[in-house]
């Protein structure tokens, strides 16, 4: 595997979002990969399932071999606006949202994953650089919200996260697309022809 080399000045390095290179149109279907649920009403979405996984298994691959080469210090943490965070035996690329003056002294760092929407609590340890032609890869992560389903028109019970979340989670699903927030880029979904189709069956 070809070794990828680390840009010398990456803090002004800006990852594109998938959201912003996609020309939506509504009513049409799109083939969504569900990556992360808070609730029917806040979730996350990537619109290239297969590309997302293989970028995903050719970045685990390449840090799990190249890793040591690309560690990056919490002391120059602040240089850096994006990096990867190892979590669980898995490679994330991620955002520090920890505070840089704390980030020396802090025994575990708070990381956003650009490509899942979620934020998780990583060891210092466990940062390493990103490598340069990882910045044109957009940011996978889409912001959802659930459209056309009264069930959800307020805020959900516990009981009604908990059954989205094991109904649609980590799922590929065709899902209708119903609106589109520009301004804070957020997707708006229809799941009803879903449960039509699973009725037919």
């Not at 149109?25 to 009403?41: A, G, R, S």
Request: aromatic share 14%.
């Amino acid at each position: 595997m070809e070794h990828l080399n680390i840009s010398v000045s990456q803090e002004e390095k800006f990852i594109p979002m998938a959201f912003n290179m996609t020309d939506w149109t509504i009513m049409d279907m799109y083939e969504l990969k569900v990556v992360h649920v808070n609730t029917p009403l806040d979730f996350w979405v990537v619109k290239d399932p297969e590309e997302f996984e293989l970028f995903y298994r050719y970045l685990n691959s390449f840090y799990s071999i190249y890793g040591n080469s690309f560690k990056l210090i919490p002391s120059k943490c602040r240089e850096y606006k994006y990096c990867v965070v190892h979590v669980d035996s898995v490679y994330y690329r991620a955002i520090l949202i920890t505070d840089p003056l704390i980030v020396e002294s802090a025994m575990q760092l708070q990381a956003y994953l650009v490509d899942y929407g979620f934020i998780v609590e990583v060891k210092p340890t466990e940062l390493f650089c990103l490598a340069e032609e990882m910045y044109e890869i957009p940011q996978f992560a889409i912001r959802a919200t659930l459209a056309g389903s009264k069930m959800y028109e307020s805020v959900a019970s516990p009981e009604d996260v908990d059954n989205f979340k094991n109904e649609v989670d980590q799922q590929i699903l065709l899902l209708e697309l119903r609106g589109v927030d520009f301004e804070l880029g957020v997707i708006h979904l229809d799941f009803i022809d879903i449960d039509s189709d699973s009725d037919s069956e």
